[in-house]
């Protein structure tokens, strides 16, 4: 069973930093590829990030491109978001993502809260 907990959201001024973790338990992680995701308030859920199974490769969604780092640990089982310079329009709540690359297999965190506001 996929158990995901997220960590380290909060309040931040624009232009800040924050770095969110993402721990793992109950499934095989390294065969999971992993990805952050958000939702802000009235809109859909969207891609934040994600990372292969390996750590090898990693993809973003272009509004976080050079301000957002997607990583991974597979022997401590986590997988973390760094986040700078981040922006008013960066605040929604994050979840963690899991996904077997072998059965297509899901698992949602529940998600933490990012809040950008002077």
């Known amino acids: 069973q996929v158990q995901l907990v997220e960590s380290g959201g909060g309040l931040v001024q624009p232009g800040g930093s924050l770095r969110l973790s993402c721990a793992a338990s109950?499934?095989?992680?390294?065969?999971?590829?992993m990805s952050w995701y958000r939702q802000a308030p009235g809109k859909e859920r969207e891609l934040v990030a994600g990372?292969?199974?390996?750590?090898?490769?990693?993809n973003y969604a272009d509004s976080v491109k050079g301000r957002f780092t997607i990583s991974r640990d597979n022997v401590k089982k986590t997988v973390d978001l760094e986040m700078n310079s981040l922006k008013l329009e960066d605040t929604a709540v994050y979840y963690c993502?899991?996904?077997?690359?072998?059965?297509?297999?899901?698992?949602w965190g529940q998600g933490t809260q990012v809040t950008v506001s002077s």
């Open positions: 990372i292969t199974s390996t750590g090898g490769r990693t």
């Open positions: 993502n899991a996904r077997s690359v072998y059965t297509g297999n899901t698992g």
């Open positions: 109950g499934f095989s992680f390294s065969a999971y590829a």
